[in-house]
């Protein structure tokens, strides 16, 4: 079976930096994946990591470490319509992905 | 390219009733997916569908939940009878090959509320 666990909620101010942290206890572990979703809306690919390390795109980084079994998301220069849900997602073979409960931000003035 | 369409977008019910969800993937995705997503919860996944055939109907309640993919295409859930509970949105997303690093893409859900 798979296990993801990430923080119900986090708060932070526009401009600042925030770090979503994400662990996975998992068999066959294939890849992972980071997904923002807007209220009522669906959610929206942001990033994948396979390998170990940080993979950028612009103000959105994501981090893997396989043998920890824990990833995370780095939100630069907040802005507010970053306020949103971020979703971690596990995939497996076979093409299955498992989803955490989700992380919402909410970006302050 | 068009994305994931489903409908209808929103559906009121009654317990005990029954509901039929529809869902056209992004042509040429050959798996497809049904997800259950509760209010302040990650998506479940419900079925995935590789072509016509199941892949994985771990997760689906079935004695009350079905869901086919004729021709390998479009595709439809239902509930029957539906339960309080099942108030959610159920997204329908596609995919190409994950393997490949290709990520899926949900259409914009349908939003169910069980009276």
């Known amino acids: 079976g798979q296990n993801i666990d990430q923080p119900t909620e986090m708060t932070a101010t526009e401009g600042a930096i925030v770090q979503i942290n994400c662990t996975y206890q998992?068999?066959?572990?294939?890849?992972l994946f980071w997904y923002q979703q807007h209220a009522g809306e669906a959610p929206t690919f942001l990033s994948y990591?396979?390998?170990?390390g940080l993979e950028e795109k612009g103000r959105f980084s994501s981090f893997l470490s396989r043998s920890k079994g824990y990833s995370y998301l780095l939100l630069k220069e907040l802005q507010m319509k970053d306020s949103a849900s971020y979703l971690c997602?596990?995939?497996?073979?076979?093409?299955?992905?498992?989803f955490g409960g989700g992380t919402r931000v909410l970006v302050k003035p | 390219e068009a994305g994931v369409a489903q409908s209808p977008r929103y559906k009121i019910i009654e317990k005990r009733q029954s509901v039929a969800f529809w869902c056209n993937p992004i042509?040429?995705?050959?798996?497809l997916y049904w997800y259950q997503q509760i209010l302040g919860q990650g998506p479940k996944l419900l079925i995935q569908?590789?072509?016509?055939?199941?892949?994985?109907d771990s997760q689906l309640p079935k004695d009350r939940f079905s869901a086919e993919r004729l021709k390998g295409v479009d595709s439809t859930l239902k509930i029957q009878p539906a339960k309080l509970e099942d108030s959610a949105v159920y997204l329908c997303?596609?995919?190409?090959?994950?393997?490949?690093?290709?990520?899926?893409?949900f259409g914009p859900g349908t939003r169910l509320l069980v009276l």
């Open positions: 997303a596609s995919s190409l090959d994950l393997d490949r690093g290709e990520t899926q893409y």
């Open positions: 998992t068999s066959g572990f294939n890849g």
């Open positions: 990591n396979v390998l170990d």
């Open positions: 997602a596990v995939k497996a073979a076979g093409n299955k992905l498992t």
């Open positions: 042509s040429g995705h050959a798996t």
């Open positions: 569908f590789q072509n016509n055939g199941v892949v994985d």
